[in-house]
């Protein structure tokens, strides 16, 4: 999911900022200098106008006409996002309200939120419980049912009650109320896919692939040529198998094995699908030939790669990233090194498609500073929070290039500017608090790299329709918690040992069809169709 990947991006970021620490430089930015407010003054600004801080969606600014403190409780690799941070400052500014980051490491957030839901005494915005607890919470008034408010809340409205209304018919309650603030266009269009060695193809004459066959024929020379080499590598565990269920119309981003079929509008189980057979019987024969590395279920990242830098393997699967991590990491022993993004296999030559709306239960506690809070919110999802939230201030810590992204002229010295370095220094890109990001933003700047595989995927559009996002009850959500980690581990079990096991073929398959359907994968389906029947009804 977006988050997971924000964060390794933080982690690896922060990183590179104390190596480069390392070497001087570890004054106070003077860009902060400029921007810093007087820590004692928390009076509201007067009124500024929309033109001054950009398309405000039709809030007013200052939001606030009297001094109000808002506490914010979001994960964060930064130490302290405190009163000397640039987004603080500049959210005083232009809102009136003084935010206080109440921050906690990403690794023990979810206990501390634990306990501070357990107290009772909320933060006025909090993010990260789960849809049930936070509906609970919501029917008990705890927290703010944020569509009661719609009237005073521009961009909220426009993005979700009028652009894209499923969405309360999919995080709302039975009720249709909706508890979570969601987060608008934050994902890459392409984000994950096959990866291959561009360089090794092009030195021994074979073309990318362009669908399934032309894939085993590539890896089928490859073995031929380098004998000792497993062509195929995986880090990816038993995720492989969702990974690839795309390219046979089988994926869903976050439910699968379940998928949504758009051929006949029903929900189904993918493990019994004969697309799936199908999928496995193509790893199984590359996995007998000595096309697909045995240990594709157990590797490690560090041992996948070693191959993959090498020249024992040179076809897998992963983030778009690591085409020039990769090369980074082996560039000055191999300047020749060239990983690319490839064509995805499968029959229906698909990646998965990522959603335009995504939630991370951002919540309003229910108390005197909510609408302040809501406000808050609804500017952080308008044009121009979006905008300083993930971009900065024009003209204290960034201006413009001339290819159109910012230029942090204080972070020119850092070996990589991304939004780590940006959420450690100025309180940028908090989690929970980017709920527009600016697509001129550095998390949008793609490498040479990248950017070839955002077009040949978006050229022709090669994703597949993007799966309904269901609302369950809360006996449904009991159910489901009880079924799909047992229907999912014996359907990884059945997957690794059809392609392991060179006797197992179609008696087997029948067989693990009977089984699984006697564990309650037909309850679960009924499960799945049921909600869709409630979605339908609701357009």
């Not at 964060?7 to 001087?24: D, E, P, Q």
Request: aromatic share 12%; with cysteine.
């Amino acid at each position: 999911m977006p988050k997971k990947r924000i964060r390794m991006s933080v982690i690896l970021s922060v990183l590179m900022l104390m190596l480069s620490a390392c070497g001087g430089g570890g004054g106070k930015a003077p860009a902060e200098d400029q921007a810093k407010a007087p820590a004692s003054n928390n009076e509201p600004p007067a009124a500024a106008s929309a033109a001054q801080y950009g398309d405000t969606g039709g809030l007013k600014l200052p939001l606030v006409d009297e001094p109000t403190t808002i506490k914010f409780m979001l994960p964060s690799n930064s130490s302290k996002i405190g009163d000397d941070k640039l987004i603080v400052q500049e959210l005083l500014k232009r809102t009136g309200i003084k935010v206080e980051f109440q921050t906690y490491s990403p690794q023990t957030y979810q206990d501390k939120l634990k306990v501070v839901v357990a107290s009772g005494k909320l933060p006025d915005i909090f993010i990260g419980l789960k849809p049930a607890e936070l509906k609970k919470i919501g029917q008990q008034k705890g927290v703010v049912a944020i569509n009661e408010y719609a009237d005073m809340l521009p961009n909220f409205s426009k993005l979700y009650l009028q652009e894209n209304d499923w969405v309360i018919k999919s995080y709302g309650d039975q009720n249709g109320n909706i508890y979570t603030w969601p987060i608008y266009d934050l994902n890459r269009e392409v984000n994950h896919g096959f990866l291959y060695r561009k360089d090794i193809f092009d030195k021994n004459g074979i073309k990318e692939w362009t669908n399934t066959e032309e894939f085993y024929q590539a890896l089928k020379k490859l073995k031929e040529i380098y004998p000792d080499s497993y062509p195929y590598a995986s880090k990816g565990l038993a995720h492989i198998f969702g990974d690839w269920s795309f390219g046979w119309g089988l994926g869903n981003n976050d439910n699968y094995p379940a998928y949504y079929d758009e051929k006949d509008g029903t929900w189904k189980y993918a493990s019994v699908q004969p697309e799936h057979k199908d999928m496995l019987d193509f790893m199984k024969k590359l996995y007998n030939e000595g096309l697909m590395d045995p240990e594709f279920l157990t590797d490690t990242q560090d041992s996948w790669t070693t191959k993959m830098t090498t020249d024992k393997s040179f076809v897998t699967w992963d983030w778009i990233g690591r085409l020039d991590l990769f090369y980074n990491q082996v560039k000055e022993k191999n300047p020749d090194y060239n990983p690319r993004y490839a064509n995805p296999i499968g029959p229906t030559g698909h990646v998965r498609t990522l959603p335009k709306v995504s939630d991370f239960s951002v919540a309003v506690a229910n108390n005197k500073n909510k609408e302040a809070a809501l406000k808050l919110l609804d500017y952080l999802t308008s044009p121009s929070g979006g905008e300083l939230m993930t971009v900065g201030v024009e003209g204290v810590n960034f201006n413009w290039g001339e290819d159109g992204r910012p230029v942090y002229p204080e972070l020119k010295d850092l070996p990589l500017v991304d939004i780590g370095v940006l959420e450690d220094r100025y309180g940028m890109w908090l989690e929970g608090a980017y709920l527009r990001p600016d697509k001129r933003s550095v998390y949008y700047k793609f490498s040479e790299k990248e950017q070839e595989a955002q077009d040949k995927i978006m050229k022709e559009d090669k994703r597949e329709p993007f799966d309904p996002i269901l609302n369950f009850t809360d006996d449904e959500i009991s159910t489901l918690a009880e079924l799909q980690t047992s229907l999912q581990k014996a359907s990884e079990e059945f997957n690794a040992k059809y392609i392991l096991d060179k006797s197992y073929g179609d008696a087997q398959w029948e067989e693990f069809k009977k089984s699984i359907s006697k564990q309650g994968m037909d309850e679960l389906i009924k499960i799945y169709n049921d909600a869709q029947k409630r979605y339908d009804a609701a357009k």
